[in-house]
Each structure stands twice: as structure tokens, then as C-alpha cells.
């Protein structure tokens, strides 16, 4: 392969990525259904235009790390340590429930896997894929219907930012824990380390960039030497700690979401993001996804993750909120709001098939899971709220 090919294949993943993104869009489909739907497209398995080379999953690991860099600079910090331990327990419910669940529809569907074997990883993988909420769809619907300030919607969007960290932690000790070499005593630790690196050195730094942002507010340093930052910790934790790099890049977000141009930060990260290595991103998981080895078995499983999925999510968090005092019909309005699945899902399944815990063929599953829980919780939600108009 020529260099110069490399620019071919850029080409055709934009222009392929981002017209099939607007497509999905004026189907009220999240956008980045399209742009996978776009990959396998152009992938091998149908069009053949573009094969996954070292520089596409390298350009992909960029966008999957600026991905949760933003997603860290867009928590509210102030607000998630406000809602204090209510929509902490919804969270743990939401992540236990569906971990535990997905991992035991795996068992059912392809039998028992002794303790600490390949497929008992494989099980608990599954379950980890299903414990990740992506909140937007939600957080949309109940902006139109004019929800996201009722304590339902305060507590879906709170718990949903909690469930979020929750789950990077379980996807960190569950790679952790793959590696047979591993002593689970070394994960814990080499975890616990991480985070107190994080809390020691992200004081420190919030304290630098505050600084540096009250002498050069919105100046292009601000976001440059974020971006920076962000490499650095994913770096770190990667590197020192055998923390994934996802997850030292969403702690980046976090210690820098409180700073004045936080906004500005994520602004020019989306740009970066939209434009180039978030499409590449999304579209490297359609060029991953094998639909060649797809056959009965594979769909079948794929119908049943997909029902376990939705359901573990309101049975998990519907049922915490219940024993939270609040009334059955909210109680279910949060178990659906928290149902949505859409890039942590994907990420999460992009570090299991890196680490040899998901095959391609398994990304289909959560492709058809995204687009069943983007499809489904607007619908419902806007039915139980038609039905009981007021959040208790």
C-alpha cells in the first residue's frame, strides 16, 4: 500500500460516514448508527472500498480517546456530587443488574465456563457491554416534552453521568482481570493507585489550568494544551497503571470540566472529533464487523442480548427507585430513560475485541441493541409520561 492511499481511504470514510450519518439523523436514529452502518458498507464484507489498516485502528484509537475526553469536559461535576446517594444507588443497580444478567444469558445460550477460563471473561464481557447508558436520546425527549427539570428527569440524567464512571471502572478490572497472568490483588491495587494518582495529580493540574485560564481566557492554548493533558493521562494510565486509555482520557475530562473555558475545550474537540477521527472511529466498527460468519446462532444471540439488555436496565434501575420511595409509574419512566445504549456500548466493545474478549461478529448485537434502545425509549417514555403527566 502506497502511502499517499491513505487519503483515498480517509476520503471515502467522510464522505460515506457523514452522508449515511444524516441519513439515520432524518430517520431519528442516533447519527452514529449511519456512520457504522457507513463502515460496513465500505468495508470488506459488502463494497470492499477501504480495508482496516494499522493507520485507520490507529486514527480510530485517537477518536475513541477524544470521544471520552469529551464526554468527561461535559459532566457537571457541581450537579453529580449534588444528587447525592439516590441516583448513586440507581446507578449501581443499573451497572450490577445488566452485568450479572448478561453474563448468565451468555452461560444459558453457550454453557457453563469454569471460573477464571477464556469464556468465563467472555461472559462477563458481554454483561460489562451491557452495563454502559447513553443518555442523549433521553435527555432529547424529555427536553420536548418538557421533563429534564422534574426530579424523573434530574435523577435519569445524574444517575445516567454516575452509571457512566461505574462502568469505565468495571471495563478497566475486567480487562485487568483477563489477562491470566494477572493477580486479581495487583488489579485492585494498580486501580486504587490510578485513582489516587488521578485525585492527587487532578487537583494539582485543575489548579494550574485555573490559573492559566483566568491569565489567557479563551485563548486557542487553553484547549491545546487540554488536548495535551488528555493524551498524557490516557498515556499514564495505559502505560504505569495497566488502566485502559479510555479511562485515564475520561478522568482528563473530568478534572478539566470545572475550569471557566471547559466549554471552550470540548468545543474545539467536537470539531476535531466530528470532522475527522470520531467518523473514522465509528466507521472502523462497521469495517471491523464481520457479517460473513453471521448465521442462525449469531442472530439468535444477537435478539437475546438485545432483550436482556433493555430489560436489565429497567428491572435494575426501575427497582432501585422503587426502594428509593419513588412511585411505581416513575420508577419505570427511570428504568427506560436509563435503557438507551449509543457510544460508550461501542467503546466498550472496541476495548474487549483490542484485548481478544469479543469477536467481531458480536459488534452487530450491539449495533442492533443501539438502534432497537434509540428507537424504543422515546416512544415509551413519551407513553408513560402521556399517562401520568406529572414526575412525582
Known amino acids: 500500500m502506497?502511502?499517499?492511499?491513505?487519503?483515498?481511504?480517509?476520503?471515502?470514510?467522510?464522505?460515506?460516514?457523514?452522508?449515511?450519518?444524516?441519513?439515520?439523523?432524518?430517520?431519528?436514529?442516533?447519527?452514529?448508527?449511519?456512520?457504522?452502518?457507513?463502515?460496513?458498507?465500505?468495508?470488506?464484507?459488502?463494497?470492499?472500498?477501504?480495508?482496516?489498516?494499522?493507520?485507520?485502528?490507529?486514527?480510530?484509537?485517537?477518536g475513541v480517546v477524544l470521544l471520552m475526553f469529551s464526554a468527561g469536559l461535559g459532566t457537571d461535576l457541581k450537579e453529580l456530587l449534588k444528587t447525592g446517594p439516590i441516583a448513586f444507588l440507581i446507578?449501581?443497580?443499573?451497572?450490577?443488574?445488566?452485568?450479572?444478567?448478561?453474563?448468565?444469558?451468555?452461560?444459558?445460550?453457550?454453557?457453563?465456563?469454569?471460573?477464571?477460563?477464556?469464556?468465563?471473561?467472555?461472559?462477563?464481557?458481554?454483561?460489562?457491554?451491557?452495563?454502559?447508558?447513553?443518555?442523549?436520546?433521553?435527555?432529547?425527549?424529555?427536553?420536548?416534552?418538557?421533563?429534564?427539570?422534574?426530579?424523573?428527569?434530574?435523577?435519569?440524567?445524574?444517575?445516567?453521568?454516575?452509571?457512566?464512571?461505574?462502568?469505565?471502572m468495571v471495563l478497566t478490572f475486567v480487562i485487568g482481570f483477563k489477562d491470566p497472568e494477572t493477580e486479581p490483588s495487583k488489579v485492585v491495587i494498580s486501580t486504587l493507585l490510578f485513582?489516587?494518582?488521578?485525585?492527587?495529580?487532578?487537583?494539582?493540574?485543575?489548579?494550574?489550568?485555573?490559573?492559566?485560564?483566568?491569565?489567557?481566557?479563551?485563548?486557542?492554548?487553553?484547549?491545546?494544551?487540554?488536548?495535551?493533558?488528555c493524551f498524557a493521562f490516557a498515556y499514564i494510565a495505559e502505560h504505569f497503571f495497566g488502566i485502559a486509555d479510555i479511562t485515564g482520557a475520561y478522568f482528563a475530562g473530568i478534572i478539566l470540566c470545572s475550569i471557566n473555558d471547559s466549554d471552550y475545550i470540548a468545543e474545539k474537540m467536537d470539531i476535531n472529533s466530528y470532522m475527522l477521527f470520531g467518523p473514522v472511529f465509528f466507521a472502523s466498527i462497521g469495517l471491523k464487523t464481520d457479517i460473513d460468519d453471521m448465521n442462525i446462532p449469531i442472530l439468535l444471540f444477537s435478539i437475546g442480548f438485545v432483550i436482556v439488555a433493555l430489560l436489565s436496565k429497567i428491572i435494575g434501575c426501575g427497582l432501585m427507585a422503587k426502594i428509593c420511595r419513588f412511585s411505581f409509574a416513575d420508577s419505570i419512566k427511570i428504568g427506560v430513560g436509563m435503557m438507551t445504549r449509543g457510544e460508550v456500548a461501542l467503546i466498550v466493545a472496541q476495548k474487549g475485541l483490542s484485548v481478544g474478549l469479543v469477536e467481531p461478529v458480536y459488534f452487530t448485537s450491539v449495533i442492533l441493541l443501539i438502534i432497537v434502545s434509540s428507537i424504543a425509549t422515546p416512544i415509551l417514555l413519551k407513553v408513560l409520561f402521556s399517562k401520568t403527566p406529572e414526575a412525582a
Do not use: N
Not at 425527549?141 to 462502568?167: F, P, Q, R
Open 91 to 168: 446507578a449501581c443497580c443499573g451497572v450490577f443488574v445488566p452485568l450479572v444478567l448478561g453474563a448468565v444469558f451468555y452461560i444459558c445460550y453457550y454453557g457453563a465456563q469454569p471460573w477464571g477460563s477464556e469464556g468465563f471473561y467472555k461472559a462477563v464481557f458481554i454483561g460489562t457491554i451491557m452495563t454502559a447508558t447513553s443518555v442523549s436520546i433521553t435527555v432529547s425527549s424529555l427536553k420536548e416534552m418538557g421533563k429534564l427539570k422534574t426530579k424523573v428527569g434530574t435523577t435519569i440524567l445524574s444517575a445516567a453521568i454516575i452509571d457512566d464512571v461505574i462502568g469505565i
Open 195 to 229: 485513582f489516587v494518582f488521578a485525585i492527587v495529580v487532578g487537583f494539582i493540574s485543575y489548579k494550574v489550568f485555573k490559573i492559566v485560564d483566568k491569565r489567557y481566557p479563551h485563548t486557542r492554548r487553553i484547549p491545546i494544551a487540554g488536548l495535551a493533558y
Open 2 to 62: 502506497e502511502a499517499y492511499d491513505v487519503f483515498r481511504d480517509l476520503a471515502i470514510i467522510i464522505i460515506f460516514a457523514k452522508f449515511f450519518g444524516i441519513v439515520a439523523r432524518k430517520c431519528k436514529a442516533p447519527q452514529v448508527v449511519g456512520e457504522i452502518v457507513a463502515g460496513l458498507l465500505i468495508g470488506p464484507s459488502v463494497l470492499g472500498l477501504v480495508d482496516q489498516t494499522d493507520f485507520i485502528v490507529q486514527m480510530a484509537e485517537i
